[in-house]
């Protein structure tokens, strides 16, 4: 569901009127609902969707791997899935602080899942937790960086690099579920 939602923030850009800007605007402007001369994004529930699609099945998800992942992995990916839900639910322009009140668990649950599954697989599976562990490290810091940045010209890169190598990360892990699943039952 993550490529999909990545490419869906392209389809949506893509219908942007007023410009929008990779580097410098932030994912959840793509989902305000209000349109100016200045800018609009028709496609907005298009995107404000994905949000909730993709939280949906990260919650799914967590829940089906919760034996492999751990309680607190599954844990904090639910809690990623039901922020990112309630992120869709609530357009940041149709109320700012309530936007980044649903949105920040996923800035905080996602990279810290990912170091503590990293640490956990590292006996097990060295090379995908060295993944986990730099992902949850580069989602974390880019975090951090991205609330520090406030509007500045990055912050749209640095919110894509505190949400996007999650999905290397969580692929990774579920390939490793799925190979060892299959020969396994095999």
Do not use: K
Not at 51 to 66: D, E, H, K, M
Not at 92 to 98: K, V, Y
Not at 108 to 122: E, F, S
């Amino acid at each position: 569901m993550r490529p999909v939602y990545i490419a869906t923030e392209f389809v949506v850009a893509a219908a942007t009127t007023g410009g929008y800007s990779f580097l410098s605007d932030s994912v959840s402007r793509l989902g305000e609902i209000g349109c100016s001369a200045a800018y609009c994004s028709p496609r907005h529930e298009i995107l404000n969707g994905s949000f909730i699609g993709f939280g949906a099945l990260l919650v799914g998800g967590a829940l089906l791997l919760s034996r492999s992942l751990g309680p607190w992995v599954t844990g904090l990916l639910v809690i990623s899935g039901l922020s990112s839900v309630a992120t869709g639910m609530t357009p940041l322009d149709q109320g700012a602080s309530l936007h980044a009140i649903a949105a920040t668990p996923l800035f905080v649950a996602q990279p810290v899942a990912l170091i503590v599954l990293g640490a956990r697989l590292r006996s097990d599976w060295p090379r995908l937790a060295r993944t986990l562990l730099a992902a949850g490290v580069v989602t974390g810091t880019a975090a951090v960086l991205f609330v520090l940045s406030s509007d500045g010209l990055a912050s749209g890169a640095l919110e894509r690099l505190a949400l996007w190598p999650v999905l290397v990360g969580l692929s990774g892990f579920a390939w490793t579920r799925l190979h060892v699943d299959g020969r396994s039952g095999g």
